[in-house]
């Protein structure tokens, strides 16, 4: 009996003594999961997502180029014949002296007559400020061989004056008509059959002859000045710039 419970005391030990088994499975570490970083070569769409891409993106610059070009700013038509009736209705409003003269014409006209050795003798209408040149090319020129030098191609003409171009005025003719206003700032036509005395005249009395303009008219003062008077008509041919043919065109104009 002692024997038998030493010898199960001894198999205990022997037991506990030995250490357990070890399960290989369990011991085994888990399969490392492979991890892929993010990265430059993380995503491979391949070929066919490249061309998808490329397409995608054709069509985003397409469709943001027609809509700059709707989005474009356009500029409408302007309809003439809207706006001249629109300027047709403002001028009608107007009074009527603005838009005519009592004469028949338009305030910023004049009309004056040329006569003498022209193509088109007769009444002209010019713009207001026209000169003496204007005039003459509205009568249609002078005729060949006439010597227009003699006029003063520059002189402003005024409104009811008579333009003689080639042949002399008839005696007492010498600007404007008698009782007429003559031009802004200049005194009407002399008394005494209307030819102008050298000297009591003005500068713009003898700007009024023909072929006598501003510049002849004071070389004209200044001889009077420098001389003491004119002693005769004759006295002209002395004035620097008065030849004969020019003499001839004034002497039956002028007086002392």
């Known amino acids: ?53 490329a397409a995608v993106a054709a069509l985003v610059v397409l469709g943001a180029a027609g809509w700059a070009w709707h989005s474009r700013p356009r500029t409408e038509p302007v309809d003439v014949a809207a706006s001249a009736a629109v300027d047709g209705v403002g001028s009608s409003d107007r009074p009527a002296s603005a838009v005519a003269s009592p004469s028949g014409g338009t305030a910023a006209e004049v009309v004056v007559a ?3 050795k022209v193509r088109k003798p007769g009444l002209v209408r010019l713009p207001a400020g026209a000169r003496v040149a204007d005039a003459l090319t509205a009568a249609g020129g002078a005729l060949p061989g006439v010597d227009v030098a003699l006029l003063n191609l520059a002189r402003k003409v005024t409104d009811g004056e008579l333009i003689l171009v080639g042949v002399s005025a008839p005696p007492g003719v010498a600007g404007p008509p008698a009782g007429a206003a003559g031009a802004p700032g200049q ?61 001839e065109q004034l002497k039956e104009l002028v007086t002392i």
């Open 1 to 53: 009996m002692r024997e038998r419970l030493a010898r199960l005391r001894a198999g205990r030990a022997n037991r506990s003594a030995v250490p357990a088994a070890v399960d290989p499975v369990a011991t085994e570490p888990p399969p490392a999961v492979p991890v892929r970083l993010g990265g430059p070569g993380a995503f491979d769409p391949g070929r066919r997502g490249v061309r998808a891409l």
């Open 114 to 116: 040329v006569a003498g």
């Open 187 to 247: 005194p009407p036509a002399p008394a005494g059959g209307g030819k102008v005395n050298l000297n009591t005249a003005t500068l713009a009395q003898l700007d009024t002859l023909p072929g006598v303009g501003p510049v002849l008219a004071q070389r004209i003062l200044d001889h009077r000045d420098q001389r003491g008077g004119f002693r005769s008509v004759g006295d002209l041919r002395q004035v620097s710039g008065i030849g004969d043919a020019r003499y």
